[in-house]
């Protein structure tokens, strides 16, 4: 079967053995490109010493039984305190068996998935849309964390996770502005219930950006006593706006993927979410291609300029 693994000039559409061992066979059907496979390709790969493994963890299919579910790609132990405690996704080892890392992903033909991994789909929300389950399950469980609910929301970023940060945080009931780079994401994120902003105070500013010039604005747009929400990854390290900070008091608080809370999973949440608006697929995917089409799919979705926004692979 196909595969896309890395490769040091980018990615490459690899023959490979059909998936063998624990879990259950899925027939992939989406799988999304996130800005974190575009660090796993190319140079970054071999930098990282990793091995040939099957990128994506944004992917959604069909199990052997037909069932169409999308897939949590975390790898949590079950035994760690952060496991019993609850807290799965802060797993100490769930790195070393994330799917689409350091284990084989969904951007192949089939993939093996664990059971308690599958996410049903809720009526309204199609297969080759639910690739987005994973990175809206990103922004629904931020915004958890940051207590969002109800108040005055800024996000910091035009990417797919900022994007649907602006459409949780409306969902919630939260006066949403967005400051993004490229007029197609302003755009995006006028459709997503959100207003474009350069200006303001909030209570919870989303930096999903990654960039210093990023934190920077989100901190001037932080009222006092306000908090900071890094749903990005840093893929090196960042200066802490220190004085605006500090004469602010302000918090800073991570969102690391998606866990679970009293009434269920941010994975389930964000699939209702999807399902109940069917705007924020029309909005976020911007482009499909074919698998073994994969290597311009990459190219795509790494030129934001050119109006990519979620660049979505179909085996």
């Given amino acids: 079967m196909r595969a896309v693994r890395p490769h040091a000039d980018g990615v490459v559409v690899a023959d490979v053995d059909e998936p063998e061992g624990p879990g259950r066979v899925l027939e992939v059907v989406s799988s999304g490109i996130c800005g974190t496979d575009l660090h796993l390709v190319g140079p970054a790969a071999v930098g990282l010493g990793l091995g040939p493994v099957t990128l994506g963890h944004e992917f959604a299919g069909r199990l052997d039984d037909g069932t169409l579910v999308a897939v949590d790609p975390s790898g949590p132990c079950g035994t760690c305190d952060q496991c019993r405690s609850g807290a799965s996704h802060r797993c100490r080892t769930g790195a070393t068996r994330a799917q689409g890392v350091a284990v084989d992903g969904g951007m192949a033909d089939r993939v093996l998935v664990r059971d308690d991994a599958v996410v049903p789909l809720p009526e309204g929300l199609d297969v080759a849309d639910a ?149 924020i697929a029309e909005t976020l995917v911007t482009h499909r291609f074919p698998l073994e089409e994969a290597p311009e799919a990459f190219r795509v979705a790494a030129d934001r300029q050119a109006g990519a926004i979620k660049v979505v692979l179909e085996p």
Avoid: N
């Fill in 131 to 279: 690739c987005l389950v994973e990175p809206v399950g990103v922004a629904v469980h931020g915004l958890r964390v940051a207590d969002a609910r109800g108040g005055t929301v800024a996000v910091v970023g035009g990417g797919s996770i900022g994007l649907a940060a602006v459409a949780a945080a409306a969902d919630v009931g939260a006066d949403v502005g967005i400051v993004a780079r490229h007029p197609h994401q302003q755009v995006a994120g006028e459709r997503l219930g959100g207003r474009v902003v350069d200006r303001g105070e909030y209570d919870v500013v989303v930096e999903a950006a990654g960039t210093e010039d990023a934190l920077a604005t989100a901190a001037q747009l932080c009222r006092p006593g306000g908090t900071v929400l890094f749903l990005s990854t840093h893929w090196t390290p960042v200066a802490i706006p220190g004085i605006v900070a500090a004469m602010k008091e302000l918090r800073f608080a991570w969102g690391y993927t998606y866990g679970t809370h009293a009434g269920g999973r941010d994975v389930d949440d964000a699939a209702d979410l999807l399902a109940r608006t069917p705007t």
